[in-house]
């Protein structure tokens, strides 16, 4: 048990977390700028490119509960090394012997499995370092870090791609997890749940097929359809095990996952900020790659670079937001930093195919502010309504919230994407080809593709049809971001009316005062927003 000054290394300690965090978040996302290359040296498919994507999200997200729960049994720092040991020998093997797209998927689950020890270690770990005095700081800096990942994955997968090839994606990650490992076995403390609780291993079972069997139908319901019978089928299936693991954990004695934590509001209310705001993240961030690269142009590191506006406006706000929690309020700052996301996307629904970027770079800085405002709090809201003894499970629920928000970002901001881009295409009338039309008219990256074709072989309608697509893509993208201003709105909506504020000392007057006041603090606090959004729209639209 730390004491009350925290561990004289705490600041190095949170480095070491930092540095293990964003290696989790690098895998995410990196491997998004090499699909290309992969698909021409490995011959991979269409399919087989998606489940060398999912792959690693899949085990990642349905390993976590189980992940955290071994950490607080057996040691979280043990669980760290062992998972960055796990992610350092896959990436090694798969740069020096993957040679098919069948071992590269193998290897992304297997990294999966590592991620899931990493992730939540790092978080209880900080709890448990950090005194109580310093926690607010301390999870800013770490939400900060959780959230830069994908963008900083981004750049390093263009990077690499540009001036290597697609193993460097993999071969990245090794040096940077030695010395992860190095500092994590010099300077980081073990922990653990010092009542030694019997693990429960039918709700570790019931976790893992239940967020497996859920994330799974996101993923695949938009090539299926969302109204499918195999969409269906996996989405009963999941329920299933749902139901299955809240009847388990109610009649266990020793549950992994105490499921009365989520009658507790702060924690309810923080997982769902945290999970809404990841969903407008990634959704964004699915658009905006295709964005830059097939209508602007851009190389993926140019397309890359493009992003960091965003972890440039996040940072600051995240690590800063405690004080201004100790000054305003958990809800409002959340709330604010909710509207601060809805201004953005709505703003995006005002971009063209001309936009200056600028004005872009502008809304990506906005976007991060207030990704950082939403974020850094609500964390440690759902932290502080965890016990000691279950800070490793906590911070797998915390992580679990954001690879689910993030994997319906990309599902549904990708359908509601594709959905609007085949109802604005308008196939050139000249090329008169069945087939082609069909292709071209259900993908935008085939339709540029098809385009650069024909306007290499002489014929002027690769232009016409690469034109049309543009505009069709736009029409999508932006559909996308009406989408997700609105589900970041309905979220900030929540968060002003249900999360708790700052837990101060108050007297048995100031308590009275308080309830009279909430109603109308929580009224204002909505109307501020609104007409946050409203005017920043106008100013924004002046550029």
């Known amino acids: 048990m730390v004491n009350i000054e925290g561990h004289p290394r705490r600041w190095a300690i949170l480095g070491i977390m930092s540095l293990s965090l964003v290696i989790v978040m690098l895998n995410n996302v990196t491997l998004n700028v090499a699909l290309p290359e992969l698909s021409k040296e490995l011959g991979a498919g269409n399919s087989e490119l998606q489940w060398i994507m999912d792959a ?17 049994r057996f040691g979280r720092k043990r669980a760290l090394q062992l998972g960055l040991i796990v992610v350092g020998c896959s990436s090694a093997w798969t740069a020096t012997y993957a040679d098919t797209s069948t071992d590269v998927i193998g290897a992304r689950a297997v990294m999966g499995i590592g991620a899931a020890l990493v992730m939540p270690a790092t978080l209880s770990i900080v709890m448990n ?26 750049f390093v997968g263009g990077w690499a791609v540009e001036h290597y090839d697609w193993q460097m994606v993999f071969w990245i990650n090794v040096p940077f997890i ?56 996996i989405a009963m299936l999941s329920l299933l095990f749902i139901g299955l693991f809240v009847w388990w954990e109610k009649r266990n004695e020793h549950p992994m996952l105490p499921l009365d934590f989520f009658q507790n509001k702060g924690f309810s ?36 670079v493009r992003f960091l506006p965003l972890p440039l406006g996040l940072m600051p706000a995240a690590a800063n937001s405690d004080k201004l929690v100790n000054k305003f309020g958990r809800n409002r700052v959340v709330g604010s930093g909710l509207c601060l996301v809805t201004v953005g996307m709505l703003i995006f629904t005002t971009v063209s195919v001309d936009t200056a970027y600028l004005r872009l770079a502008l809304m990506f800085f906005m976007l991060g502010l207030g990704m950082g405002l939403t974020m850094a709090p609500s964390t440690e809201l759902v932290m502080e309504e965890i016990p000691e003894d279950k800070t490793g499970v906590g911070s797998a629920t915390n992580d ?7 994997a319906l970002g990309i599902a549904i901001g990708g359908s509601v994407l594709n959905e609007f881009y085949q109802r604005s295409f308008v196939f050139p009338s000249g090329l008169n080809d069945p087939t082609l039309e069909a292709a071209t008219s259900e993908s935008f990256p085939t339709a540029m593709r098809v385009g650069a074709e024909l306007l290499q072989n002489g014929n002027p309608l690769g232009g016409e049809l690469m034109a049309s697509a543009r505009v069709a893509f736009m029409d999508g993208m932006t559909t996308s971001a009406m989408v997700s201003a609105g589900i970041a709105f309905l979220a900030a909506i929540t968060v002003f009316k249900n999360m708790p504020k700052h837990k101060r000392a108050l007297t048995i007057d100031q308590k009275i005062g308080e309830r009279n006041k909430i109603s109308q603090q929580e009224g204002r606090g909505l109307i501020g927003g609104l007409m946050f959004v409203l005017l920043a729209i106008v100013l924004l639209n002046t550029l």
């Open 269 to 304: 209310t923080g997982l769902l900020a945290i999970s809404l705001a990841f969903f407008v993240m990634f959704s964004f961030m699915f658009t905006q790659m295709l964005h830059f690269q097939l209508v602007r142009g851009n190389t993926p590191l140019e397309a890359a």
């Open 400 to 406: 679990a919230s954001r690879e689910i928000g993030g």
């Open 178 to 233: 030695v010395l992860a490992l190095i500092l994590g076995v010099l300077f980081v403390p073990e922990s653990k749940d010092k009542h030694q609780t019997k693990l429960d291993l039918m709700g570790a079972l019931f976790s893992i097929l239940a967020l497996s069997s859920f994330l799974y139908a996101i993923i695949e319901a938009p090539r299926l359809g969302w109204t499918s019978i195999e969409t269906a089928g």
């Open 129 to 154: 370092v950090f005194p109580p005095s310093e926690r607010g700081k301390a999870i800013g800096i770490w939400a900060a870090m959780a959230g830069i990942g994908a963008p900083i994955g981004l």
């Open 56 to 72: 690693y999200a899949l085990v990642f997200g349905g390993a976590l509960l189980t992940m955290g729960a071994l950490g607080d």
